[in-house]
Antibody, heavy 123, light 106 residues
Framework: QVQLQESGPGLVKPSQTLSLTCTVSGGSITSGGYYWTWIRQHPGKGLEWIGYIHYSGSAYYSSSLKSRVAMSVDTSENQFSLKLESVTAADTAVYYC???????????????WGQGTLVTVSS | DIQLTQSPSSLSASVGDTVTITCRASRTISDYLNWYQHTPGKAPKLLIYAASNLQRGVPSRFSGSRSGTDFTLTISTLQPEDFATYYCQQSYSSPRTFGQGIMVQI
């Protein structure tokens, strides 16, 4: 059973960089058929897709965040990471890492999620 | 980016009811539409993928359908554990997008 677990600071100062890591256990991050994804939920709001990365390193980011976002993969540690630069209070949210699975028919779905981690941006 | 608009804006129901939530895409996405259930404090859960395919382990009272760019999630015989927020998400193109979510309340 593959499990995902987010880790990182729960408090980040404005203008600094938010850094989170997702550790994948019970399976390899290099297994085919997956894009490793970050999603967030602002307090009291809906889900917002941030982006995804393939173990090969190819990534795609949200239109609204792409100027501040970078994702990476560490295959040796079976982890993938999120960096969000120049954060403001508007970046306060629960951040989820997740697995976007694509099957042989070409259909994608997010079938596995971490529990989420609250990141607060405040001085 | 593809926009997804869910309706109704709010939904109150009782145990045993059948509820229907709609998701409309801003342009054609074929059947690349997924549905998720989110309960506070928990990770979101995949219910339906590719518009009408039930994810393994999800009760059969959940079903999905498509008509053009309109998608429907139906929950038959609502159970107490079904009171949650439901999101649609398109996987037709990147960036992926979610609908705004619909809370099913008692």
């Amino acid at each position: 059973q593959v499990q995902l677990q987010e880790s990182g600071p729960g408090l980040v100062k404005p203008s600094q960089t938010l850094s989170l890591t997702c550790t994948v256990s019970g399976g390899s991050i290099t297994s085919g058929g997956y894009y490793w994804t970050w999603i967030r939920q602002h307090p009291g709001k809906g889900l917002e897709w941030i982006g995804y990365i393939h173990y090969s390193g190819s990534a795609y980011y949200s239109s609204s965040l792409k100027s501040r976002v970078a994702m990476s993969v560490d295959t040796s540690e079976n982890q993938f990471s999120l960096k969000l630069e120049s954060v403001t209070a508007a970046d306060t949210a629960v951040y989820y890492c997740a697995r976007d699975y694509y099957d042989s028919s070409g259909y994608y779905r997010i079938d596995n999620w971490g529990q989420g981690t609250l990141v607060t941006v405040s001085s | 980016d593809i926009q997804l608009t869910q309706s109704p804006s709010s939904l109150s129901a009782s145990v045993g009811d059948t509820v229907t939530i709609t998701c409309r895409a801003s342009r054609t996405i074929s059947d690349y539409l997924n549905w998720y259930q989110h309960t506070p404090g928990k990770a979101p859960k995949l219910l339906i993928y590719a518009a009408s395919n039930l994810q393994r382990g999800v009760p059969s009272r959940f079903s999905g359908s498509r008509s053009g760019t309109d998608f429907t999630l139906t929950i038959s015989t609502l159970q107490p554990e079904d009171f949650a927020t439901y999101y649609c998400q398109q996987s037709y193109s990147s960036p992926r997008t979610f609908g705004q979510g619909i809370m099913v309340q008692i």
